[in-house]
């Protein structure tokens, strides 16, 4: 396996094969995806995030080419690192995933309920009413101690994503999602990201535009363009991705390559 290095020659190969895997995607897209019908929770919510995992890359290949740098483009590939992780969770765990989802989902609107209420919005008994009426058509499927057990445990993984690594052994690239973290967010690096200090003088400078930090954004998000479509493809009829797949990785010189770990028990 050819290792990746940060500099202009792998990250022309990286976006070369982005490139191949996101025009393969749109073909996909304009097609009419064909999957087992018993599949279908899975690959409907598994495609959605796939198709975030594409089009996010396409925007932050679209802002690296106008010349914006880490901290304009971290939130996009902190989303797109965490969803390609998070598709091969939907996968692995099937139906009981998708329920894990449903209730996070479910959790995440009774505290912006709680909160429409605490700060006096005039919706709040509106939007009370429409999670109690959603709530009464679709009520949680009853599950045994074993089953609830696993619940909690998709639930708290799907919202930790440093859990969620722990569980496919790759807790040593939870860094980088700290990292673009730390730019997602009001912090020392963003507040620092347009300054500069002058080396010999120490007097700090301002930047119109952020200091560029390599090639890393571009050739994550490639990796991470190969994961989701190494997943999602296999769920379709066809595995129709699967040339552009293996492609990619024979122009990057990865074949062979485990893109996604597997889950332990």
């Known amino acids: 396996m050819t290792e990746f290095a940060d500099d202009q020659k792998t990250a022309e190969r990286a976006r070369a094969a982005a490139l191949l895997l996101l025009e393969a995607g749109d073909r996909l897209v304009a097609s009419r995806l064909s999957f087992p019908v018993r ?3 899975v690959v409907l919510g598994v495609y959605s ?3 975030l995992v594409n089009r996010t890359s396409s925007a932050v ?12 483009v971290a939130p996009l590939m902190r989303n797109i690192f965490n ?11 099937g139906e009981a995933a998708v329920d894990a989802l449903v209730s996070v989902g479910a ?9 429409l209420d605490r700060t006096g919005w005039s919706i709040a008994a509106q939007y009370r009413a429409e999670i109690d ?6 009520p949680e499927p009853a599950r045994d101690a074993a089953g609830e057990l696993r619940h909690k445990r998709l639930k708290d993984e799907l919202g930790n994503f440093a859990i969620l690594l722990e569980r496919y052994g790759s807790a040593d690239i939870y860094p980088v999602y700290k990292h673009l973290s730390g730019m997602s967010h009001t912090s020392v690096q963003t507040a620092s990201a347009y300054l500069a200090q002058d080396a010999s003088s120490g007097d700090v400078q301002i930047r119109s535009v952020a200091v560029d930090l390599g090639y890393a954004d571009v050739i994550q998000l ?16 066809g595995d129709p991705l699967r040339p552009a797949v293996d492609q990619a990785l024979a122009d990057l010189g990865l074949e062979g390559l485990q893109l996604v770990p597997a889950r332990t028990p």
Request: glycine share 4%; aromatic share 14%.
């Open 222 to 237: 490639t990796i991470a363009l190969l994961q989701a479509a190494h997943v999602f493809s296999p769920l379709l009829d």
């Open 49 to 51: 995030w796939w198709r």
């Open 133 to 138: 009426a959603h709530t009464a058509a679709n």
């Open 107 to 115: 959790d995440e609107r009774e505290k912006l309920q709680g909160w």
């Open 39 to 41: 599949n279908y929770k």
């Open 83 to 93: 969803h390609a992780y998070a598709i091969d969770w939907l996968v692995d765990n």
């Open 61 to 72: 290949l679209m802002l690296v080419d106008n010349g914006y740098a880490a901290p304009e």
